[in-house]
């Protein structure tokens, strides 16, 4: 093949890795966006970077959804012999994050000329983000803009998915690519916008915008549920918001942020004391792509906007019962089909040691507890009985919760006004099938994350129970990892 060059395999190949890895190179080389699934533990990592290496597709920026999950990568290519490094955000590299918190990005991209590390290094030797850190405080440089210059030593950059994308790029590579399938999420304590409408009143807001923003607080406190910040806000006050958040910027201080993400937000959610912020994910449009994943149901392609698709299917697929008379449905979630959730919990008890249970909401979750030995809290080593989480919380991705038993506890669809309003801002994106995108695709990719909590390593093998009748529409989509019956 044209332009492409010879690696040897640090490790024997496993069966089908090669062949894998040259389909890859093959299709990357004509720079296409392309999509590959395989089993947890297959190799995807190793036969992605020889895929790339091969055809002279580095340096490569590989973008992951937390850094320590890159460490995989770097070690991964330092098999191969090849060069990486970790370039981190602004949040974890800009010396005035400490004062500005989130406010760090708005500072950096409206004042950025004001700011005193503001004098970039005219070159830099190859060395960690941390590093750099150490060095720029001595030498007062801004080190997040420095990791550029490391960037260019490197073979493979790692990064998050939202920092900006070197220049020297190749080639991208989106790791658990799911993840761009779900809407990003953040999460505010109320008490922390009580602090930012203090702050906002100290700074000389208006009192008619106190008012209006001390009544979205009050309105939260008594009522969980959807949440529309601009009933309260008329554009003057959206605009003096946002005037008196910027003078505080230049002020170097950020207690404003979190008003400001309430109002920027596509969708707003209140449950219990935390305020839920939604905005709509943006497929990224680089070529040539290689999006990773083990988990991702049928129909992704289209979302991600691929060209080509390299599926490894699950050679054991987990076994799975659909229960047919529960469900977490609004309007049919009462007291009686609570009751049929416990019985569920303690009968799938009796018979299995350890059952891992996923709430599809926290209004599903507090329902159960009652009946439940662990929950939201990672049991001991040796423990018995059940653990409850729920399921878009912090235990239903990247913790290892090993099981004999994974059940969803209903379908953790999205909040209807979110996902409806999720799907008008992919629309106006020009998404394909933006319905899909808001409200059936997070639903399953929560789904399959959650399971994957009980079998990370491929000796694990839980039964799966998937108690809401919802979940029978989703056959094909789910069949390629569950055995249904
Ligand atoms: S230029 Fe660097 S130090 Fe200054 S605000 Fe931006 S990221 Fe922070």
Known sequence: MRGQCRV??????????????????????????????????????????????????????????????????????????????????????????????????????????????????LEVPLMSYEELMRLGAREGFCPYYAQDLVAERAEVIVQSYYRRVPRVARSFVVDEAHNLLMPREASYRISEMVKAVDEARRLGASERLVGALSAIIKYALIRDGPLDPKLFLDEGLEGELREIYLEALRARRGALRPLIK?????????????????????????????????????????????????????????????VEHLTTKYGEFDSNMALGYKKLLLELAKDHERVVAFAASSRVARELTGVVDYYETRPPREWRGIALFRARGRFSEGVDLPADVAVMLGCPYLPPEVSSRLARAYKAL????????????????????????????????????????????????????????
């Open 262 to 322: 309430l109002v920027r937000a596509e969708a707003v959610y209140v449950e219990g004391e935390r305020i839920l912020t939604y905005e709509p994910r943006r497929i990224l449009p680089f070529r040539p792509t290689l999006f990773i994943s083990a988990t991702l149901p049928e129909g992704a392609d289209k979302l991600l906007q691929v060209d080509a698709e390299v599926r490894v299917p699950w050679s054991k697929r987990l076994k799975a019962h659909v």
């Open 430 to 485: 020009g998404v394909q099938e933006p319905v899909k995108m808001a409200l059936d695709v997070p639903m399953l990719i929560t789904t399959l994350q959650c399971i994957g909590r009980a079998a990370r390593s491929p000796g694990e093998k839980p039964l799966v129970v998937l108690a809401d009748e919802r979940y029978r529409k989703y056959v094909r989509e789910l069949e390629p990892y569950l055995e249904l019956s």
């Open 8 to 121: 040897d395999w640090p490790l024997a190949p496993r069966p089908g890795q090669k062949e894998v890895s040259e389909r890859l190179s093959e299709l990357l080389s004509s720079g296409f966006r392309v999509l590959f699934t395989a089993p947890t533990g297959w190799g995807k990592t190793l036969a992605a970077l020889v895929a790339l290496y091969s055809s002279r597709l580095l340096p490569t920026v590989w973008m992951v959804r937390s850094l320590t999950l890159g460490e995989r990568v770097g070690e991964d290519a330092a098999l191969l012999k090849l060069i990486s490094v970790t370039l981190a955000g602004r949040e974890k590299t800009c010396p005035l994050a400490e004062e500005l918190g989130e406010g760090v990005h708005d500072y950096c991209r409206y004042f950025r000329y004001e700011c005193p590390y503001n004098k970039p290094p």
